[in-house]
């Protein structure tokens, strides 16, 4: 499965310079391609209702086409800790990112990049074995790898670099270059200057209909722009690469949620300073919905560009639950009513219709099953295992993936801090 070029022959050199910096293979004989897309946060208390009303039609043709149900999640629930178990199928005993930070020589949070993992992710083993991927936003991709593809760092999203308070489309910054190959950067960052929105979908945070009265509207709104990007961008890469597995985060509904979640939830689970009035509340979960309908939409797109021989995925990293952090904060995910978030998948090898237990799938499983989708071996040193759902042949297991080091592009940590670790204290992350 190689490149496929849809454009002028310029684009040709920017894929050479990506083999070239990534690491070179034969075409790798997968049963077609993957598409992964995590949903920071997202939560089966929204999305059954939803479905059973006909609010998510993408979510709802998934999981009738395969399988859906809960991912055992694991605590602490620290978004960086779980992603990266979930792109390496190890515990963070292994994989090395145990949290958001780690103190630095002065004493002050420094950011876990990159090079705080300390095993390969799915990525690097896939590169390393030909296949073309397109990992975009996942937590702990700065500074980007030098993977067999394309890599987009999760520092690009706005408030998150030092310096940058809207989302610009700039694709480097005092930090260092944060796509990888740079040479394709000019190229991804012109399709959010693109007009013609990517769905037909408004902003709910633009109209006047009553929230929580501590919820930051503006920052939200935000947050709406910064997932309809990250799609944007992940559905021009397919367009120019045609990769072989394609990874996307969108971390929108786990930052809502933390403002909006006395919504979803009955007045008494708050104490009586916390509690909103009526409308508020009615406010407050109609928001959180209507962004859930709008990640649908997203899937939509998403989905258009896989056929029935391609495995397609969707999962978040934990639930949400009632909770008061901070002043505002009313979600949280720490206790058992927030350990389970959403999986849903369809493709070649997965029963249509089927329903998983609770606790039968866990976020250290979903590497080992994607390898055994693709016909690979799981390695022995990995913690999960292949999903018992998945009707593939099986492969003789190996030792481990982890080997040949990972290269990544230059760069500055101590640029890299300030902005990001201001938006974690704000979501109640950092002290």
Sequence with gaps: ?????SRAWGLVAVWVLAAAVGCAGSDPEAPGRVLVV????ASLRVIEPMLKAGRLPNLE???????????????????????????????????????????????KPRLLLSSDRQTHAIWNILSERGFDVSIVNLWNTYPPEKVHGVMVSDHLLSREVEGRETFSGAAETPTGPLIHPEALAPLLMATLRDAEPLVDFANPFESDVAIAPNAPRKVM????????????????????????????????????????????????????YMRMTDAQRLGSRAVVEAYYEFSDALLG?????????DLVVVLSDHGFEAGVALISLT????????????FFARGPGIPAGGRLPKGSLRVVDITPTLLAWL?????????????????????????????????????????????????????????
């Design 301 to 309: 797109k998403l989905f258009a560009l896989y056929g029935p021989d």
């Design 331 to 342: 979600g949280i995910h720490e206790g058992q009513g927030a350990l389970d978030g959403v």
């Design 38 to 41: 995590g949903l920071d946060g």
């Design 221 to 272: 709104a935000k947050r709406f722009d910064e997932d309809l990007a990250l799609a944007r961008l992940t559905v021009e890469i397919d367009r120019e690469i045609r990769p072989d597995f394609t990874m996307l985060l969108l971390p929108g509904i786990d930052r809502i949620s933390h403002h909006l979640w006395a919504g979803m939830e009955p007045p008494e689970a708050y104490p009586p």
């Design 1 to 5: 499965m190689g490149f496929v070029s």
């Design 375 to 431: 016909g690979l071996p799981v390695a022995r040193d990995m913690d999960g295992q292949v999903a018992t759902f998945l009707d593939r042949p099986s492969v003789a297991a190996i030792d481990s993936y982890d080997g040949p080091p990972i290269e990544r592009l230059a760069h500055d940590p101590e640029n890299a801090n300030t902005k990001r670790i201001e938006e974690l204290r704000a979501l109640g992350y950092l002290e």
């Design 61 to 107: 043709r998934l999981a009738r086409e395969g399988v859906m149900g809960p991912l055992r999640s694991a605590m602490p629930m620290a978004s960086p800790r779980i992603w990266n178990t979930i792109a390496t199928g190890k515990g963070p005993w292994k994989h090395g990112v145990t949290d958001f930070a780690k103190p630095g020589p002065d004493g």
